[in-house]
T-cell receptor, first 114, second 114 residues
Framework: GDSVTQMEGPVTLSEEAFLTINCTYTATGYPSLFWYVQYPGEGLQLLLKATKADDKGSNKGFEATYRKETTSFHLEKGSVQVSDSAVYFCALIRFSGGYNKLIFGAGTRLAVHP | DADVTQTPRNRITKTGKRIMLECSQTKGHDRMYWYRQDPGLGLRLIYYSFDVKDINKGEISDGYSVSRQAQAKFSLSLESAIPNQTALYFC?????????????FGSGTQLSVL
């Protein structure tokens, strides 16, 4: 079945460092791909998305490019801030059981230190 | 005020007890969901509802039941709680027009079953 695999955390970085969080997926066809972020004590919120191959999603300085050749959707940010500390979830959407179902990865915790 | 409100925020209960987690929303969305989050497993769908008369099982519905009392209210019940139901539970909503891609989450209920 469809699945999403993320790199294990935690990822610990100093402020202004470059961030990459790896995400690969297994699916038939070309599902839409998403990154959700969960700040401490809050629910998840949509960060960015890409709906077709070679699309780049971007928001708040974060970017991810839909790579069908490598079935990947890695999240990147050029210069992280302490406020980016959160858990990041990669997800895909699949039509199943009569509706579009979101399938989440296990999440990667990011800790940014001053 | 939060758009998706979950109560309680934290709950400790004993094995065999019946408990109810409540969710209300002011977003006017027809679609509501219950997820559980476990470390290393990401989010898994328990139940979802597309309107008051439409309730469906998700991937891990055993041991749970739900009630959609109104468009804005969706409650999750554990009829007889067991320790492996200890988890962080999230309620979420979506607008049918977005194709379920963008979920709006509550802040979660941390449930501990002793």
């Amino acid at each position: 079945g469809d699945s999403v695999t993320q790199m294990e955390g935690p990822v610990t970085l100093s402020e202004e460092a470059f961030l990459t969080i790896n995400c690969t997926y297994t699916a038939t066809g070309y599902p839409s791909l998403f990154w959700y972020v969960q700040y401490p004590g809050e629910g998840l919120q949509l960060l960015l998305k890409a709906t077709k191959a070679d699309d780049k999603g971007s928001n708040k300085g974060f970017e991810a490019t839909y790579r069908k050749e490598t079935t990947s959707f890695h999240l990147e940010k050029g210069s992280v801030q302490v406020s980016d500390s959160a858990v990041y979830f990669c997800a895909l959407i699949r039509f199943s059981g009569g509706y579009n179902k979101l399938i989440f990865g296990a999440g990667t915790r990011l800790a940014v230190h001053p | 005020d939060a758009d998706v409100t979950q109560t309680p925020r934290n709950r400790i209960t004993k094995t065999g007890k019946r408990i109810m987690l409540e969710c209300s929303q002011t977003k006017g969305h027809d679609r509501m969901y219950w997820y559980r989050q476990d470390p290393g497993l990401g989010l898994r769908l328990i139940y979802y509802s597309f309107d008051v008369k439409d309730i469906n099982k998700g991937e891990i519905s055993d041991g749970y039941s739900v009630s959609r009392q109104a468009q804005a209210k969706f409650s999750l019940s554990l009829e007889s709680a067991i320790p492996n139901q200890t988890a962080l539970y999230f309620c979420a909503t979506s607008d049918a027009g977005t194709g379920n891609e963008k979920l709006f989450f509550g802040s979660g209920t941390q449930l501990s079953v002793l």
